[in-house]
């Protein structure tokens, strides 16, 4: 059965303390690492598919990594806006991806 | 651009009513997907369609029925509601089942069941 944890649960930054995201996949025949962040009310908003791993992908302050077992969310400079739940998703031989609980960020001014 | 549109926003039932959530894309998707999203749960898929004409359960798909209606509309079905499936459901489409298609995700419906 394929499983994506995210770490931590919830992380607190002041603006512009920079950190990351984890996410932790055992997913058979990986075809895709996905990231989507998630604001309150409203549903997930796609950021990233990563394929191989030492893929990068950046997107403003932004940086997905991937490697055989883990993805990482970087989040460079944050500021107050960047706060959303960030989601991991990992497909594989099914095509379904399998999301994980999520990462709440709030970032504080 | 709509993208994917969800009706309706908010509803309550007693327990043991049906209702239908409706869900439509107007980016030519070729797939649509069901999901519910609950508290420490994260998102757990219902059902999909890979393709018009064609449907699939998923992980939690007791007490829900679907139909594609057409390539654009995909719906949900509870014939007879239970406090359990008080969620937030979303709708989601993709180009394609396959690998590396991020999903368009709708503003979701939050579903009460009393």
């Known amino acids: 059965e394929d499983q994506v944890t995210q770490s931590p649960e919830a992380l607190r930054l002041q603006e512009g303390e920079s950190s990351s995201l984890n996410c932790s996949y055992t997913v058979s025949g990986l075809r895709g690492l996905f990231w989507y962040r998630q604001d309150p009310g409203k549903g997930p908003e796609f950021l990233f598919t990563?394929?191989?791993a030492g893929e990068e992908k950046e997107k403003e302050r932004l940086k997905a990594t991937l490697t055989k077992k883990e993805s990482f969310l970087h989040i460079t400079a944050p500021k107050p806006e960047d706060s959303a739940t960030y989601l991991c998703?990992?497909?594989?031989?099914?095509?379904?991806?399998?999301f994980g609980r999520g990462t709440s960020l709030i970032v504080h001014p | 651009n709509a993208g994917v549109t969800q009706t309706p926003k908010f509803q309550v039932l007693k327990t043991g009513q049906s209702m239908t959530l409706q869900c439509a894309q107007d980016m030519n998707h070729n797939s649509m997907y069901w999901y519910r999203q609950d508290p420490g749960m994260g998102l757990r898929l219902i059902y999909y369609s890979a393709s018009e004409g064609t449907t699939d359960k998923g992980e939690v798909p007791n007490g829900y029925n679907v139909s594609r209606l057409n390539k654009r509309e995909f719906s949900l079905r509870l014939e007879s509601a239970a406090p359990s499936q008080t969620s937030v459901y979303f709708c989601?489409?993709?180009?394609?089942?396959?690998?590396?298609?991020?999903?368009?995700f709708g503003s979701g419906t939050r579903l009460t069941v009393v």
């Open positions: 990563l394929y191989s």
């Open positions: 998703a990992g497909s594989g031989g099914s095509y379904i991806p399998t």
């Open positions: 989601a489409s993709s180009e394609d089942r396959g690998e590396g298609y991020g999903y368009t």
